[in-house]
């Protein structure tokens, strides 16, 4: 299944084969400042920025805000359009290796965490301010969004989950001024085709990175009820999570009640000793 997903794309034609994918529908807004669209558990979030870099990040943001639950963390950021290249690379699709914005000269380095073979090719992408309408030089892409995507997901998440994927549109058989929406989808349905495997992965690792932040059944319990000092209170995450692994969360929930009035130090002893009673009547079932 695949996993939560926050795609930040320009514009509708880019837009449409994952809309018709993942059946997304437009959240209706009374203050809408983007264009949103959502599936209907919520996992997958789409939003419209328009052209440019600004826009894109902020679409981005305001993604974010929009959110029913959960963090942005635990939802692997996507730019996802058609980008020019000075290379004979039309309908490919690449996931950007290095983003950098042409005005401002910054950069940002997305790490490859999924299985080799697994995504697109990587490649350079070099967000410009206007338009390039002939003449593309070296092996990087040209587009006009990431840039500000990278800007603003790099707040919402780590870099990792924070990905761009481009289809080459335009490159020297391939003019710009031939593009047109039916030319847009076609290309961008066959990159999202070519990318599946990719997210299906990525969103996995997302999803386990942010189970393993997520606080354990009772901590919150536990911290407002014992001072922990902030080494207490890793240990007692720890070993909560392993009552969660073995499913006897309750149980460490009834050892609170137990033991509330005890200092921090003999808590975490009592739990480090019920989970080893624990761990034995397993072991003996």
Known sequence: MMGRISWVIAFRPEAQPVIDR???????????LFPVYRSEDGRISLV????GKVLSSAAAVYLASTEPEDSPEESLWLNFGIAGSGERDFGKAFLGSRITDEGSGKSWYPPAVWSRGTGPARREVRTVDRPVLSGIEGSSLVDMEASGFMAAASKLNTLEFCQCIKVVS???DHSVHEIDRSRVEALCEKALDESLPFLEELT???GERAARRRAPVGFQEWTERVRFTVSQGHQLRKLLQKFEIL????RSLDLLSERRSEPAKACLQSLREELELVRMRNREK
Do not use: A, H
């Open 247 to 250: 499913g006897e969360s309750q």
């Open 204 to 206: 996995s690792l997302c």
């Open 48 to 51: 419209l920025s328009g052209l």
């Open 22 to 32: 993942f059946s997304l529908r437009k959240v209706k807004n009374e203050r809408e």
């Open 170 to 172: 335009d490159d020297p």
